[in-house]
């Protein structure tokens, strides 16, 4: 469900920033390398689970509370004058409309609202990183969870069948594993 969850944020950014800014799903947290396409492919956001930091059954259900961050990278453009824009302009303007598109967003899931949304400067445009800005938009959102398990995936968890005896009278008989008794049966 947590890949469902980074899989439509990303969705959801692709759709409403601009067809400009490259949004990627980041498999782990933002290594160099990770940083380093981003920074190529600028500007850009990498989408990324970072971990999980509570569960709390609501309404019978699991919910786990997801940390989620998002990436922004902007390196320096130049324009048709051929002077370099500043990136943290660029930074600015893209971590202001990622916070603006994650307002209130349930993603297409089972879900709580954003919640404890930071935005921070990781670099600002300075000499070390040639220039490039690096920001980290991340919040908090609790996803229902219980339903990971697909309907083909519970083939071996639970196997329920319904047939008619020879008399005509339905029967129901589920199998759970690891019992060693014969199933039960239920007449209809």
Request: charged fraction near 20%; aromatic fraction near 4%; charge should be negative.
């Amino acid at each position: 469900m947590l890949d469902l969850l980074r899989t439509n944020i990303a969705a959801h950014l692709r759709v409403n920033l601009p067809d400009m800014v490259t949004v990627l799903e980041l498999d782990n947290t933002a290594d160099a390398a990770a940083l380093e396409r981003l920074s190529m492919a600028s500007p850009a956001v990498g989408v990324e689970i970072v971990g999980t930091d509570g569960l709390n059954v609501m309404g019978g259900a699991p919910y786990a509370t997801a940390s989620i961050g998002v990436s922004v990278v902007c390196t320096p453009q130049i324009d048709a004058d051929g002077v370099a824009k500043d990136a943290t302009q660029a930074a600015l303007a893209l971590v202001t409309l990622v916070l603006a598109h994650i307002a209130d967003q349930h993603f297409e899931l089972v879900s709580g609202k954003p919640e404890s949304v930071r935005a921070t400067n990781l670099t600002d445009g300075d000499i070390e990183t040639n220039g490039t800005a690096l920001w980290a938009v991340t919040w908090k959102q609790s996803v229902d969870v219980s339903n990971v398990i697909k309907r083909p995936d519970l083939d071996y968890f639970l196997r329920c069948f319904v047939h008619e005896k020879a008399d005509g009278d339905p029967t129901i008989e589920i199998y759970l594993p690891g019992t060693d008794t014969a199933p039960a049966s239920s007449e209809v």
